[in-house]
C-alpha cells in the first residue's frame, strides 16, 4: 500500500494540505510529487474550497530535491521528463484561483523554499528558516525561485542570499517580505488555518481572480494592465460575491461572501 505522503483534510471551506513524510524531511520524491498534485487538483475541483492552507508534518516543512533519487536520476532526459512534470504538480498550485496560506515551519531548504514562496500569504514559525542550498549541491535554484524571488525581495538581494548560499531567519524573511507573519512554534497550525478561513470567508473567487491577473504585471504593459482590470472587473461585478458585499456595504452589515446568491438590481 502507498504511504500517504500528502494528507489533506476540509475544515469549513478550507482544504488543508498537509506534507506527511517527516522521515524523508518531506523532500520532493516522486509519489511525494504525485500525491501533491492530486491534493492540488481536489482543491481545484471542489466548488467548496475556497481556499487552502499548505503545511507540513514534522521539523522540516521542505528539504527539496531527494538526494538519493537525485543520485541515480540526473541523466539529461530524465531531468528534462522532471520538469516538464512540473506542469501536474507546481503549476496547478501556482495558477490555482483560490488563495493559499504556507504554513512553514522548520527549514524550507532549496526547492523547499521554492514550494514555501507559492503561497499568496506565508507564515512562519519563530525556528523557521529559508535556506537557499542549491549551488552547495552544485545545482541551478529551481521550483520556482529564479522566478519569485528576484520579484520578491529584487534582484540584488536575490543574487546576494542565492550566491552566498544564504538563510533567512523567519524574522528576516518577514522584514524582507517574504514572510506575511511569524507566530510561536506552537501556533503556526492554528495561525495559518485562521488566515486560510479568513480568505475563504471573503470574494474567494473574486481575489483567486485578482491573483491570476497580478501574477502577469511583471511582463505586461501598463496599457494592457489597465485593460485586464477592466476585463477583470466586468467579470468580477457580474460574480454573486459583488452583489452580496454591495447589498451588504448599502446595509451596513458583514457580507456573507460564503453564501452569497446571485441577486438582482
Known sequence: MTKQLVKTSKIGAVLVICLNSPENRNSLTPEFRKQLGEAVALADNDAEVRSVFLTAEGPTFCSG???????????????????????????????????????????????????????????????????????????????????????LIGMAQAKNFLFSGGTFTAEQAARLGLVFKVVPDAELYEAGLAQAQRLAEGPAQVMGLAKTLMARSFETSLADMFAFEGFGQALAMSNPEFHEGLEAALQRREADFINAKDLKF
Open 65 to 151: 530535491g531527494d538526494l538519493k533519487a537525485l543520485s541515480t536520476s540526473c541523466d539529461p532526459w530524465t531531468v528534462h521528463r522532471r520538469f516538464r512534470a512540473l506542469k501536474t504538480w507546481l503549476f496547478p498550485l501556482l495558477g490555482l484561483d483560490k488563495p493559499v496560506v504556507i504554513g512553514v515551519n522548520g527549514h524550507a531548504v532549496g526547492g523547499g523554499m521554492g514550494l514555501a514562496l507559492t503561497g499568496d500569504l506565508v507564515i512562519a514559525s519563530e525556528s523557521a528558516k529559508f535556506m537557499s542550498g542549491f549551488f552547495k549541491l552544485g545545482v541551478m535554484p529551481d521550483i520556482g525561485m529564479m522566478y519569485h524571488l528576484p520579484r
